[in-house]
């Protein structure tokens, strides 16, 4: 398998979303990270979409499944409110999600990111 993350403009993600994942068809993993200023958040961003993408796959999520679910979450979405779709009790990759920014959470503790700064600053994409 051939995981490549690449940062791109934030208004060439599909959707509202800072990092976003496909498997194509020879099982290779793609992910898009929105552009900041900093390479430890488009790092961060990358890491926790390829730990998701790959917990998916292996649990038999189906990926379309989960952009349906976040294109709909953010359709809902009130103004100021900056919670994740994989936060959502009813996301149908919420136990990944979750996992995911735990490791997140560990590797910014590790490069000394603030994680309020760096939520922040996506927040602002």
Partial sequence: ???TIQSIPHSEQRYETCGDWLFNENGDLN???SETNNNDYTF???LHEAIEAYLCLK???NEEDITKFDIEFEKQREVGNTDEP???KYAPY???HFFATNIERL???ELKVDWQDY???INKL
């Fill in 1 to 3: 398998m051939k995981i």
């Fill in 31 to 33: 992910i898009w990270v």
């Fill in 44 to 46: 961060l961003v990358g």
């Fill in 59 to 61: 649990r038999g999520i």
């Fill in 86 to 88: 994989g936060d959502n």
């Fill in 94 to 96: 919420r136990k990944e």
């Fill in 107 to 109: 590797i910014a503790a």
């Fill in 119 to 121: 939520d922040d600053e």
